[in-house]
T-cell receptor, first 114, second 116 residues
């Protein structure tokens, strides 16, 4: 089973709402990633979790808060977002955080902030 | 600094045509990895291939083939006899800094449209 799942597929939220994005993988991978992708642009790395610990934070605003409850799950908590945060949010996983491991992506959550 | 350049923003072909997507990279690392991903309209990035810097053999997988040339820092992707289902955005990527394991440097992507 080489699949990364993400819920919800679509999310519309107001600027004062609190919501969470969820990601799950059952491939035994020990590295998980959050990316943000705007239309017509490549994915931008936000966070990397390695063995359930945050290893990379690409200077993401604090209104985005990642959480890795266990090796299979990755959450992204959203609070007080801005309209410019509207984007496709992609989760990925890889066997480990080692240099050069291929990443497997989920289908993404399309987020709209009103 | 590491960089990936996909000079072709959009390509449009008619079904059954062959098409090559260009990828040029910059890195000072002697060991590095290159990747291609496909992103159909549904949004999910699909992993296609990984190549390490010590393996310059070309690779063929069905209608897909890849040409890796270190001398020109290129890792080009060819689709033979294109089909409508090949319509997608294709990203070339380079492994990021060694001390930031897992990071990928993406090119801007090439949007391929295959018309029937």
């Amino acid at each position: 089973d080489t699949e990364v799942t993400q819920t919800p597929k679509h999310l519309v939220m107001g600027m004062t709402n609190k919501k969470s994005l969820k990601c799950e993988q059952h491939m035994g991978h020990r590295a998980m990633y959050w990316y943000k992708q705007k239309a017509k642009k490549p994915p931008e790395l936000m966070f990397v979790y390695s063995y359930e610990k945050l290893s990379i934070n690409e200077s993401v605003p604090s209104r985005f808060s990642p959480e890795c409850p266990n090796s299979s799950l990755l959450n992204l908590h959203l609070h007080a977002l801005q309209p410019e945060d509207s984007a496709l949010y992609l989760c990925a996983s890889s066997l480990g955080p080692s240099y050069g491991n291929e990443q497997f992506f989920g289908p993404g959550t399309r987020l709209t902030v009103l | 600094a590491q960089k990936v350049t996909q000079a072709q923003t959009e390509i449009s072909v008619v079904e059954k045509e062959d098409v090559t997507l260009d990828c040029v990279y910059e890195t000072r690392d002697t060991t590095y990895y290159l990747f291609w991903y496909k992103q159909p309209p549904s949004g999910e990035l699909v992993f296609l291939i990984r190549r390490n810097s010590f393996d310059e053999q070309n690779e063929i997988s069905g209608r897909y083939s890849w040409n890796f040339q270190k001398s020109t820092s290129s890792f080009n992707f060819t689709i033979t006899a294109s089909q409508v289902v090949d319509s997608a955005v294709y990203f070339c990527a380079l492994s990021g800094p060694y001390n930031q394991g897992g990071k990928l440097i993406f090119g801007q992507g090439t949007e391929l449209s295959v018309k029937p």
